[in-house]
Nanobody, 123 residues
Framework: VQLQASGGGLVQAGGCLRL?????????????MGWFRQAPGKEREFVAV????????YYADSVKGRFTISRDNAKNTLYLQMNSLKPEDTAVYYC?????????????????WGQGTQVTVSS
């Protein structure tokens, strides 16, 4: 199983970025796929998740209304559209596939991880 994340970069506050995560090797159609982020010195935190089969989405309060998670079944790709970025959004962003059991907003519930992509928001 491979999750290949891309799309990070340096952007000014108020700007936008779109992250992509190409999934290969297995289907996550019956489970959740999510985005997490980790800033230096901090624990990995939940950002957003989508149930691949139905498209149901959930967001951390800190990104609600600014970020949108989506997926493209045909391309087997997960996206995270990030608008109105803030300096506190600076982190390495990881896409992840959830395993059975556990809560969707806990990184310990995920067994498949992409390599991470750096997002830096300057003030």
């Amino acid at each position: 199983v491979q999750l290949q994340a891309s799309g990070g970069g340096l952007v000014q506050a108020g700007g936008c970025l779109r992250l992509s995560c190409v999934v290969s090797g297995r289907s996550f159609s019956t489970t959740y796929m999510g985005w997490f982020r980790q800033a230096p010195g901090k624990e990995r935190e939940f950002v957003a998740v989508i149930f691949w089969g139905t498209g149901s989405t959930y967001y951390a309060d800190s990104v609600k209304g600014r970020f949108t998670i989506s997926r493209d079944n045909a391309k087997n790709t997960l996206y995270l559209q990030m608008n109105s970025l803030k300096p506190e959004d600076t982190a390495v962003y990881y896409c992840a596939g959830k395993r059975p059991g556990g809560s969707y907003n806990q990184f310990t519930s995920y067994g498949y991880w992409g390599q991470g992509t750096q997002v830096t928001v300057s003030s």
